[in-house]
């Protein structure tokens, strides 16, 4: 039954997937070596469309991988199955969390957690911007580094800043445009 | 019911408007969720990542069903992951049935480009937010430096430094307060 199997390719992904979206590729790669659903080229355009489309790039993964498998029904078996172990461990987790809340130990925890996450959202967020902002290519040299910088991204992003600063507007507001500004000055080029 | 119904709602915005993975929802989830609905603050969002990094599952699900069930129990916890989910479910399929080559569409490359940039600004806004939150002291600069400069230079996974980060808060805590 290729539904249930859908379901419980993707519960495990989702029950061993540590860390967040990418770290369900290597269970995608071992899918596309174990079953005909799709081949390991197509987990790379996977890869390209969830991240040029919104939502969290897992969960594009399975509805993806689920609708290329079996149409609807399919992705929407993926996608509950990549969902359901969160859901629930995270209600565990909540719970112990609650009553253990106001404990020395937690409290301490938490006061060593925060600054790491901070660490850990700062540098996704460089690793993604870092790319658009300098572009290198062959070895890496002062000169290289500077005749990489992309001056139109540089632009964007310090108007961005200085725009997000001043008028606190919905994030979407800036999203939509910046891709107007990408299309119209071809940011690619 | 209508409780259900705006978290259904409100997540399907959040997930409906975040390009680019979990970090990328944080200044959506600052917007929708802290500002808007008060349904947690500042610091339980950033508790809630630290958690949804060292548990399975994708993170942003992991948020989600934190805050639904933080607010209304078990079915706050599906209708907030219903909610995150759904609008990725609607513009895969699109994409999947009509348009394979969407990726490599020039204008989506363009399009993506300005994104990201503007993904990039909002993401450090937010930062500066957690900064406020997160780092109260010295000891609390060193591991946020550590983390970012270790997240860059090794290749190993966050899992990795959100346990040790645990362990140096409650070991520095031991310490400090056996003093």
């Known amino acids: ?189 | 019911m209508k409780e259900l119904l705006d978290l259904f709602l409100t997540f399907a915005r959040v997930g409906g408007l975040t390009f680019g993975g979990g970090y990328a929802m944080l200044p959506m989830l600052q917007k929708e969720v802290v500002e808007k609905r008060h349904w947690a603050t500042e610091e339980e969002i950033m508790d809630y990542y630290a958690i949804g990094q060292c548990t399975p599952g994708i993170i942003a699900v992991n948020t989600a069903t934190f805050i639904g069930y933080k607010t209304r129990g078990v079915l706050g916890a599906i209708a907030a992951t219903a909610g995150m989910v759904f609008p990725s479910l609607v513009i895969i399929m699109v994409i999947a049935a009509f348009l394979r080559n969407f990726a490599e569409l020039e204008i989506v490359k363009n399009a993506f480009a300005g994104i990201r940039i503007c993904v990039g600004v909002l993401v450090l806004n937010a930062v500066q937010k957690l900064w406020k939150g997160g780092v109260v002291d010295r000891a609390t600069l060193v591991i946020c430096i550590v983390v970012f400069a270790g997240m860059l230079i090794l290749d190993v996974s966050p899992v990795v430094f959100v346990i040790g980060a645990g362990l140096a808060g409650w070991l520095l805590k031991k310490a400090g307060g056996a003093r």
């Open chain 1, 1 to 189: 039954m290729l539904y249930l199997r859908l379901f419980y390719e993707f519960f495990k992904a989702g029950l061993f997937a540590v860390g967040g979206g990418l770290a369900t590729l290597p269970f995608l790669y071992d899918m596309a070596e174990k079953t005909s659903w799709f081949t390991s080229d197509m987990v790379m355009d996977m890869i390209a469309i969830s991240e040029s489309t919104p939502g969290p790039i897992g969960i594009n993964m399975a509805t993806y991988a689920g609708f290329t498998t079996a149409g609807v029904l399919g992705s929407i078996c993926a996608t509950v199955g990549l969902v359901f172990p969160s859901v629930v461990i995270i209600i565990m987790v909540y719970k112990i969390l609650e009553k253990f809340k106001g404990s020395q130990l937690v409290q301490s925890v938490f006061y060593g957690l925060r600054p790491a996450v901070t660490g850990l959202i700062a540098a996704a967020g460089f690793s993604a911007v870092y790319p658009c902002i300098v572009r290198l290519s062959g070895t890496i040299t002062p000169a290289a580094i500077l005749s990489g910088i992309q001056w139109k991204a540089v632009l964007l992003f310090a108007v961005l800043y200085f725009l997000i600063k001043k008028y606190k507007k919905h994030p979407i507001v800036y999203i939509a445009a910046s891709a107007a500004i990408g299309i119209l000055f071809q940011f690619t080029a």
